[in-house]
C-alpha cells in the first residue's frame, strides 16, 4: 500500500482487553507489534467499558515501543441492546 499510496493512513486494530481469539494479552501484544512494524499508522482500539484497561493497554505498547497514535474505541450509547449485543461479540 505504501508503494504505491504513500501519503495514505493505515490504520490497525488494537484491543485493550485481549482478542478473543489470542491465546494470551503477551500473544496480542506481539500481533499489534508486528502490524505496526508492517507499517501501521495508528491503532483504533476495540470498545472497553473501563478506562483503566486502556491506560494499561497504552502503557504495555509503550514498553514495547509502539510510538504511533492509539485511539480509544468509543461508542455512543444510543441504544442499550446494541450495545449487549456488541459487547458480547467482543
Avoid: W
Amino acid at each position: 500500500i505504501r508503494e504505491h499510496f504513500p501519503s495514505l493512513g493505515i490504520g490497525v486494530a488494537g484491543y485493550p482487553e485481549k482478542h478473543p481469539q489470542a491465546a494470551s494479552p503477551e500473544v496480542d501484544l506481539d500481533n499489534l507489534q508486528r502490524k505496526v512494524a508492517a507499517g501501521a499508522s495508528a491503532v483504533f482500539t476495540q470498545l472497553f467499558f473501563d478506562n483503566q484497561t486502556y491506560f494499561r493497554f497504552r502503557e504495555a505498547c509503550a514498553r514495547r515501543g509502539i510510538a504511533i497514535p492509539i485511539v480509544p474505541g468509543i461508542m455512543p450509547i444510543t441504544e442499550f441492546a446494541r450495545i449487549q449485543r456488541i459487547a458480547a461479540l467482543s
